[in-house]
Protein backbone atom coordinates (compact mmCIF):
# COMPACT_ATOMS: atom_id res chain seq x y z
CA UNK A 1 0.00 0.00 0.00
CA UNK A 2 2.44 2.29 1.06
CA UNK A 3 4.61 1.90 -2.37
CA UNK A 4 1.49 2.32 -3.96
CA UNK A 5 1.42 6.19 -2.49
CA UNK A 6 4.55 6.76 -3.25
CA UNK A 7 4.79 5.87 -6.47
CA UNK A 8 1.50 7.31 -7.70
CA UNK A 9 2.68 10.70 -5.76
CA UNK A 10 6.02 11.02 -7.35
CA UNK A 11 3.86 10.58 -10.95
CA UNK A 12 1.31 13.22 -9.58
CA UNK A 13 4.31 15.96 -8.43
CA UNK A 14 6.56 14.89 -11.87
CA UNK A 15 3.07 15.80 -14.03
CA UNK A 16 2.32 18.72 -11.66
CA UNK A 17 6.16 20.02 -12.50
CA UNK A 18 6.09 19.37 -16.07
CA UNK A 19 2.55 21.27 -16.56
CA UNK A 20 3.93 23.94 -14.15
CA UNK A 21 6.94 24.42 -16.68
CA UNK A 22 4.88 24.66 -19.68
CA UNK A 23 2.20 27.18 -17.73
CA UNK A 24 5.55 29.35 -16.86
CA UNK A 25 7.02 29.63 -20.35
CA UNK A 26 3.60 30.42 -22.07
CA UNK A 27 2.73 32.58 -19.73
CA UNK A 28 5.99 35.03 -20.42
CA UNK A 29 4.17 34.57 -24.22
CA UNK A 30 0.62 36.21 -23.38
CA UNK A 31 -0.04 39.74 -23.83
CA UNK A 32 3.03 42.53 -24.30
CA UNK A 33 0.71 44.97 -22.42
CA UNK A 34 1.44 43.58 -19.12
CA UNK A 35 0.33 45.18 -16.23
CA UNK A 36 2.16 46.41 -12.89
CA UNK A 37 1.56 44.45 -9.47
CA UNK A 38 1.08 47.26 -7.14
CA UNK A 39 0.92 44.66 -4.01
CA UNK A 40 -0.07 41.06 -2.33
CA UNK A 41 -1.78 40.78 0.44
CA UNK A 42 -1.68 37.10 2.41
CA UNK A 43 -5.42 36.19 3.07
CA UNK A 44 -5.05 32.30 4.25
CA UNK A 45 -2.39 31.19 5.58
CA UNK A 46 -0.94 27.88 4.58
CA UNK A 47 2.10 25.66 6.28
CA UNK A 48 5.03 24.71 4.89
CA UNK A 49 3.70 26.11 1.26
CA UNK A 50 2.50 29.77 0.10
CA UNK A 51 -0.07 31.72 1.04
CA UNK A 52 -3.48 32.41 -0.55
CA UNK A 53 -3.02 36.12 -1.45
CA UNK A 54 -5.32 38.74 -2.95
CA UNK A 55 -2.80 40.74 -5.71
CA UNK A 56 -4.00 44.35 -6.91
CA UNK A 57 -2.39 45.16 -10.43
CA UNK A 58 -2.52 48.72 -12.70
CA UNK A 59 -3.19 48.31 -16.39
CA UNK A 60 -3.39 51.55 -19.13
CA UNK A 61 -5.70 50.75 -21.75
CA UNK A 62 -3.36 50.21 -24.65
CA UNK A 63 -5.43 52.52 -27.22
CA UNK A 64 -6.87 54.96 -24.74
CA UNK A 65 -4.64 56.96 -23.33
CA UNK A 66 -5.19 58.94 -20.28
CA UNK A 67 -7.23 55.94 -18.95
CA UNK A 68 -6.10 53.26 -16.33
CA UNK A 69 -7.89 50.24 -14.79
CA UNK A 70 -6.67 48.94 -11.21
CA UNK A 71 -8.07 44.96 -10.73
CA UNK A 72 -7.71 43.10 -7.79
CA UNK A 73 -7.55 38.99 -8.32
CA UNK A 74 -7.05 36.33 -5.60
CA UNK A 75 -3.90 33.59 -5.75
CA UNK A 76 -4.15 30.32 -4.93
CA UNK A 77 -1.32 29.29 -2.67
CA UNK A 78 -0.67 25.94 -1.17
CA UNK A 79 1.48 23.20 -3.22
CA UNK A 80 -0.89 23.62 -6.14
CA UNK A 81 -0.81 27.39 -6.19
CA UNK A 82 3.03 26.69 -5.51
CA UNK A 83 3.37 24.76 -8.88
CA UNK A 84 1.28 26.78 -10.68
CA UNK A 85 -1.66 24.35 -11.14
CA UNK A 86 -4.08 25.63 -8.77
CA UNK A 87 -7.14 26.63 -10.66
CA UNK A 88 -8.14 30.22 -9.22
CA UNK A 89 -11.71 31.61 -8.05
CA UNK A 90 -13.34 33.84 -10.54
CA UNK A 91 -13.81 36.65 -7.95
CA UNK A 92 -12.36 39.62 -9.99
CA UNK A 93 -12.69 43.56 -9.18
CA UNK A 94 -11.66 46.37 -11.10
CA UNK A 95 -11.96 50.27 -11.18
CA UNK A 96 -11.07 52.30 -14.13
CA UNK A 97 -10.28 56.08 -14.18
CA UNK A 98 -9.36 58.73 -16.20
CA UNK A 99 -5.62 59.80 -15.04
CA UNK A 100 -4.79 62.34 -17.90
CA UNK A 101 -5.91 63.68 -21.08
CA UNK A 102 -8.42 61.21 -23.43
CA UNK A 103 -6.43 60.63 -26.42
CA UNK A 104 -7.80 58.09 -28.83
CA UNK A 105 -5.11 55.92 -30.78
CA UNK A 106 -7.37 53.80 -32.67
CA UNK A 107 -10.88 52.86 -33.20
CA UNK A 108 -12.31 49.79 -31.30
CA UNK A 109 -15.32 47.81 -31.20
CA UNK A 110 -17.82 47.49 -28.41
CA UNK A 111 -16.56 44.47 -26.18
CA UNK A 112 -12.91 44.46 -27.64
CA UNK A 113 -10.30 43.01 -25.49
CA UNK A 114 -8.43 45.29 -23.26
CA UNK A 115 -6.50 42.82 -21.66
CA UNK A 116 -6.84 39.17 -21.01
CA UNK A 117 -4.84 35.90 -19.01
CA UNK A 118 -5.59 33.27 -18.11
CA UNK A 119 -6.87 32.04 -14.69
CA UNK A 120 -5.99 27.92 -14.79
CA UNK A 121 -4.14 25.69 -17.20
CA UNK A 122 -7.07 24.70 -19.41
CA UNK A 123 -10.11 26.34 -19.37
CA UNK A 124 -10.58 29.83 -17.39
CA UNK A 125 -9.49 32.94 -18.23
CA UNK A 126 -10.15 36.75 -17.17
CA UNK A 127 -11.34 39.38 -19.82
CA UNK A 128 -11.01 43.30 -19.57
CA UNK A 129 -13.30 44.54 -22.32
CA UNK A 130 -13.96 48.13 -23.37
CA UNK A 131 -17.06 49.64 -24.84
CA UNK A 132 -18.28 53.00 -25.03
CA UNK A 133 -21.87 54.38 -23.80
CA UNK A 134 -22.23 57.32 -26.24
CA UNK A 135 -25.19 58.84 -24.81
CA UNK A 136 -23.26 59.85 -21.70
CA UNK A 137 -19.77 60.06 -23.52
CA UNK A 138 -18.26 57.42 -20.98
CA UNK A 139 -16.30 54.60 -21.66
CA UNK A 140 -17.25 51.04 -19.69
CA UNK A 141 -14.85 48.63 -18.80
CA UNK A 142 -15.63 44.81 -17.64
CA UNK A 143 -14.30 42.21 -16.45
CA UNK A 144 -15.07 38.64 -16.48
CA UNK A 145 -13.98 35.24 -15.82
CA UNK A 146 -15.32 33.15 -18.54
CA UNK A 147 -15.77 29.77 -16.81
CA UNK A 148 -19.29 29.39 -15.73
CA UNK A 149 -20.03 29.78 -12.07
CA UNK A 150 -23.43 28.04 -11.08
CA UNK A 151 -24.74 29.42 -14.87
CA UNK A 152 -23.34 32.75 -14.70
CA UNK A 153 -20.04 34.17 -14.98
CA UNK A 154 -18.30 36.15 -12.00
CA UNK A 155 -17.56 40.07 -13.72
CA UNK A 156 -16.96 43.83 -12.46
CA UNK A 157 -17.57 46.96 -14.01
CA UNK A 158 -16.38 50.34 -13.88
CA UNK A 159 -17.11 53.56 -16.03
CA UNK A 160 -14.63 56.47 -16.70
CA UNK A 161 -16.65 59.66 -17.71
CA UNK A 162 -14.59 61.48 -20.26
CA UNK A 163 -14.07 64.80 -18.81
CA UNK A 164 -11.80 67.99 -20.18
CA UNK A 165 -8.38 67.75 -18.60
CA UNK A 166 -7.02 71.66 -18.15
CA UNK A 167 -7.67 73.06 -21.28
CA UNK A 168 -7.82 69.88 -23.54
CA UNK A 169 -11.98 69.64 -24.46
CA UNK A 170 -12.84 66.08 -24.27
CA UNK A 171 -12.85 63.31 -27.39
CA UNK A 172 -16.23 61.72 -27.89
CA UNK A 173 -16.18 58.09 -27.60
CA UNK A 174 -18.78 57.59 -30.16
CA UNK A 175 -16.12 59.10 -33.01
CA UNK A 176 -13.81 56.06 -32.44
CA UNK A 177 -16.22 53.18 -32.39
CA UNK A 178 -15.76 50.92 -36.07
Known sequence: MIKYWVKNTFKTLASAMIIATIA????????????????????????LSPDHKLAVYA??????????????????????????????????????????????????????VMYRKKRSILFKKMRIVRGCDAKRNTLV???YSDKVIEGSPKN?????PIMPWGTQMPARCEDYLK
Open 24 to 47: LSTATISNANEPDLIFKKSTVWKF
Open 59 to 112: IDDPIIKGVACHFTVPEKGGVAGFFGVAEEVSDISLACRQVGPIEFTEKFEQGD
Open 141 to 143: YLV
Open 156 to 160: STSTV
